[in-house]
């Protein structure tokens, strides 16, 4: 069965410092992984995704993640935290094939402090 | 191209009454899912439908759920009868036949009272 963690619920950084928030999975076969974010009051939005290729997968807002096989890691980083960064955030995996479903981890909270 | 369409946004009533959440999927995705937030189990997949047809439901809770999708455009999801610890909110999401990401409609927040 697939599964995801995220490590730590909250993270809190200074505007302008580096965002980094941890992601491991477990599949049985090849994964599909995606970083979503959600912010109050709204559904969750796309950041980026990884499916077959590249490694390291640029998303939107300036995030990107990078898929670790060895490690079952697909962290998200972002290199200069905005305010506007403050959300919610959802690491999930899924079987890749068409129509199935996605598996989420817990969430990280993000915090940006001025 | 319109998003997921969820409705209602917010819902409040008392314990006992039926619930029909609705869902119209984006135009062209042939999956659907209905997702539950809460704050203690996070984000949970319910039931999932490929082209109509009810694929995995082991994540529905109860019988007091159910959920149909009469058409590619329109699924609901039923509870009848409602209770407190059914208050969550409840996420629609649908994805095109090729496994392109999911998206979300902005959800529908429940209060049983």
Redesign the interface.
Known sequence: AQSVTQLGSHVSVSEGALVLLRCNYSSSVPPYLFWYVQYPNQGLQLLLKYTTGATLVKGINGFEAEFKKSETSFHLTKPSAHMSDAAEYFCAVSEGQAGTALIFGKGTTLSVSS | DAG?IQSPRHEVTEMGQEVTLRCKPISGH??L?WYRQTMMR??E?LI?F?NNVP??DSGMPEDRFSAKMPNASFSTLKIQPSEPRDSAVY?C?S?R???Q???????T?LSIL
């Open positions: 997921v042939n999956s899912f996070g984000l997949l999932y490929n694929i995995d996420f999401a994805s036949p090729d496994n990401p999911q998206h979300f409609g902005d959800g927040r």
